[in-house]
Structure formats: structure tokens, C-alpha cells
């Protein structure tokens, strides 16, 4: 794994100088102000300083072991190797992401050998066979304190819901097997950054190259698809100041034509009802002039294929008629197997990016890991609330990592 710090004016020109050098992979892992130095410093406004991670082809704990084990130069001296000195300087960039975390993790690591040596006092007092003994004793000595610690986050991400899978592969990516004297604060961050690299950067809506941009919704019935889209449109109608049209081909609700409806009177912006195909080409001729048109569709059963298909017909005649961009909106609160199902059938209609709404009704995120890695795609907002405009924000990997490995599930928003 490859992390660097890179400065620009901005986040985007910082950002442009990490892809120069390193590629498009890189994924930012912290943003933060920072002054100019000397004289110009009074007189010059701040820079803005990011730190990205790229993960190689080969990029993990085996890689480092095979060449090098710690203690030991490469040619056979003491201290540590170059490389290995460098992963440990790397891993310690990734500043105040995990100071609460690891506090909570060791807490609980700490207990749990408390525990564990108290039941193995209590089981001395009983009287077990020889055999017994020397088999449970040699169970002991083989699992190391690494090894339990990484049992400790395997257990803990299970605990958030993470699919056993998934979980497993995290862990074989730092298998520590002839690493015995890595620090835990280490396993933690490597962990950490693994997660995050998984996750990638939320890329959100991209600007079109012409105008209109058209922003198509989909999801099933109740998971809020209506009030994310008045979040989103009230930010690019308020405080970008753009044009922004409201459509909806919600027609078997009247209730959720008529909240639409309300919304876009409160931010002033025209809205329709779309019938047809028909009826959705000339809406977008009719807003030509304006920057984004953000259309809600039916919520309804994944599983009625005709609506699915009704569904299909109006999306391809969107495409047709302008620059568009889907998303499937999601309840971070349904069940894991009933998501696959979902994200699958609605994999039949388009491409999409994925929102998450009511994280504020659940402790448990592991399943954004899971949607994450299932569909191979990006996850672009989170909601937390039913507040207009508030309670949406860009999807933040570091924030959901926290979330997954914390032990105590705080609420974070």
C-alpha cells in the first residue's frame, strides 16, 4: 500500500497531483487546511493538504514477510528493514481516525483476556483428565495475542452485520503468521486502511457536458427515495443557485405526487408528473435550458416484473432524450439477503451508484460493506433523518469504517 501526502490550492487540484503521480486508483484518506510558511504566509490563502492511499497489486502483510521479518536487517543485523520501517511510518499518517476506536478495541481486547484468564482459573479448580488438559493447553500456546486480536475484529465486524465473506477476506489480507511482535495499533490501522480502500471514494453526481443533467431515482416501496430527492435538490437549487425541474413518474402514490409537489413549491422550481415515455421526452425538451432534472419513479415490489419493465422502457427513453446519471436508494435497516435480491433485479434496468437512507435507525453498517463489494459499485450519499434539507451528506468511507469496527455503536451524526 502505497500512502502520500499531496498539496494544492484546493482539494481538487491537490487531488489532480496524486492521480499525476500515482493514477486514477488513489483514494483520499484525510483533507486538512494547512498555512504557507514564511513571510507570504500572511498574505497568501491557505493550501489544502490530502492524504491518499493507493493499494498495489501485491499490497499486503504476506508481501512484507516474505522479505524481511522484523528484528532482523536484510542481511541478517538487527533493526528493523527499510520496507517495513516505511509500512509502520505510512500506517502513522492516518492521524485522529483512530484514537477512539483503538481505545475501545484494546478496552475490549484487554477484557476479554480478563475474562479468558479468569474462566481459565475457575477451570484449573475442576477436575478434568490428563488428555484433556495437555490438549487444551496446547490450544492456548498456538493462538497468539495477534491472533486474538484479529479474532477480536473478525468477531466485531461480524457484529455489525459484515457478511461472513467479506469478513474473511479482510482478515486473510493481514494474516500475521511468522509476524509474532507487530504492535495492535498497527493490525488496527492496516485494518483500517484495508477497509477504507475497499469502500473507494463516493463519487456522487457528475457534472453533465451539456445541459440538462438528468438525475434518475429507483428503489422499493418506503425507503425514502421522495424526501432524498428534495435533500439533494434543495442543495443544488439553494446553495448552488442552479435550475433545477422536479419530475416524478410516482403515479400509483398520490401521496408521494403530492410531497414532491410540495417541495418543489417551497424551493420554487417547476414540477410535472410524467405518464409515458412521451410525456418524460417532452419534459426534458421543455427544461432544456435548466441545469438538472431529478426524477423520482414508482417505489414498488423488486419482484413485479412488469413494473420492472415499465420501469426499463421509461429509463431507456430517458437516456434518449438527455445526459443522465441513476441511483437505487436503499434502507441501510433491510435485510442483507433481501438487498442482494434487490440490487440484482434492479441491475436488470441500469447502471447505478447506491444511496442509503435511515442510518440514523440502525447501529449496525455492515451491510454497506456487504452492497459495496456485492455490486462492485460506489455508494454516493448516506441519510440519517427525515429533515429537509438536512440529514444527507456524501458518503464517508472513514466515517463508516469507524462506524463497523466501534464496539459501542455511538451514534456519529
Known amino acids: 500500500m502505497i500512502i502520500k501526502k499531496f498539496v494544492g490550492k484546493t482539494e481538487e487540484d491537490a487531488l489532480e497531483a496524486a492521480k499525476r503521480e500515482l493514477g486514477g486508483g488513489v483514494v483520499i484518506m484525510n483533507v486538512k487546511n494547512v498555512k504557507r510558511k514564511g513571510l507570504a504566509a500572511l498574505f497568501r490563502p491557505r493550501q ?46 492516518i492521524e485522529r481516525k483512530l484514537d477512539s476506536l483503538q481505545k475501545l478495541l484494546v478496552s475490549r481486547f484487554q477484557q476479554n483476556e480478563t475474562e479468558r484468564a479468569e474462566v481459565s482459573e475457575e477451570e484449573d479448580l475442576q477436575c478434568y483428565d490428563a488428555e484433556e488438559e495437555n490438549e487444551e493447553t496446547q490450544e492456548q500456546e498456538e493462538i497468539t495475542e495477534q491472533q486474538r486480536f484479529i479474532r477480536l475484529l473478525y468477531n466485531t465486524m461480524i457484529e455489525s452485520e459484515v457478511d461472513e465473506k ?31 480502500l475497499k469502500f473507494g471514494r463516493a463519487e456522487g453526481i457528475i457534472s453533465g457536458k ?33 435550475r433545477v425541474a422536479l419530475l416524478t413518474a ?38 432544456s435550458d435548466f ?14 416484473e412488469a413494473q420492472l419493465e415499465n420501469m426499463k422502457k ?17 434502507s441501510a435497516t433491510t435485510k442483507y439477503r433481501d438487498l442482494m435480491n434487490i440490487v440484482s433485479r434492479y441491475h436488470q434496468i441500469t447502471e447505478y451508484q447506491l444511496i442509503f437512507t435511515k442510518l440514523d435507525e440502525t447501529d449496525f453498517w455492515g451491510n454497506l460493506l456487504n452492497m459495496k463489494l456485492y455490486t462492485n459499485t460506489t455508494i454516493a450519499f448516506v441519510t440519517y433523518g427525515q429533515n429537509v434539507p438536512n440529514d444527507i451528506e456524501r458518503f464517508n468511507p472513514q466515517k463508516t469504517v469507524r462506524q463497523i469496527l466501534s464496539t459501542n455503536h455511538e451514534k456519529i451524526f
Not at 492524504?51 to 543485523?77: C, H, I, S, Y
Not at 493481514?174 to 509476524?179: K, Y
Open 48 to 93: 489544502t493538504e490530502i492524504t491518499v492511499a493507493l493499494e498495489e497489486e501485491k499490497d499486503n502483510l504476506k508481501g512484507v514477510r516474505r522479505e524481511a521479518v522484523p528484528g532482523q536487517g536484510q542481511n541478517g543485523g538487527a533493526g528493523r528493514p527499510t520496507e517495513f520501517n516505511a509500512v509502520i511510518d505510512n500506517s502513522q499518517n
Open 166 to 196: 467479506y469478513a474473511n477476506q479482510i482478515v486473510d489480507e493481514v494474516d500475521l503468521s511468522g509476524q509474532s511482535n507487530l504492535p495492535i495499533d498497527y493490525i488496527l490501522e492496516n485494518v483500517y486502511q484495508k477497509m477504507v
Open 210 to 242: 451539456e445541459a440538462p443533467k438528468i438525475i434518475l431515482f429507483m428503489g422499493p416501496t418506503g425507503v425514502g427515495k421522495t424526501t432524498t430527492i428534495a435533500k439533494i435538490a434543495s442543495s443544488y437549487a439553494v446553495e448552488e443557485k442552479k
Open 250 to 287: 410516482d403515479t400509483y402514490r398520490i401521496a408521494a405526487v403530492e410531497q414532491l409537489r410540495t417541495y418543489a413549491n417551497i424551493l420554487e422550481v417547476p414540477f410535472r408528473v410524467i405518464y409515458s415515455e412521451d410525456e418524460a421526452r417532452q419534459a426534458v425538451k421543455e427544461f
Open 291 to 304: 441545469d438538472y432534472i431529478f426524477m423520482d419513479t414508482a417505489g414498488h415490489s423488486h419482484q413485479n
Open 314 to 330: 421509461l429509463f431507456g427513453a430517458m437516456k434518449e432524450a438527455g445526459d443522465c446519471q441513476t441511483f437505487l436508494v436503499l
